[in-house]
């Protein structure tokens, strides 16, 4: 099954700074500062994290959302593996 970005970009169950996680870094579409910030957010601790929410609070929400929630599981939909 292939992925419908459409449909998850859309979807009312995704929000648009999830969509963009998964679509730019999970699945490498997007570049240069996108990649660099999710990496970051991947690899910061837990101050560090709350600094970068300050300036990037959609993003952080996202990642958290894919590495402690529901996100990966909402996804699944649209054929995210």
């Known amino acids: 099954m292939s992925v419908d970005w459409n449909a998850m970009r859309n979807s009312e169950t995704v929000k648009e700074a999830e969509f963009l996680y ?3 870094f999970q699945y490498r579409h997007g570049g240069g500062f996108s ?4 990496e970051a957010i991947h690899a910061a601790d837990t101050n560090n994290r709350m600094r970068l929410a300050e300036g990037f609070p959609d993003e952080v929400a996202a990642v958290i959302a894919w590495t402690s929630g529901d996100l990966a599981e909402r996804v699944r939909e649209f054929g995210v593996d």
């Open 22 to 24: 998964v679509f730019d």
């Open 35 to 38: 990649t660099t910030l999710y």
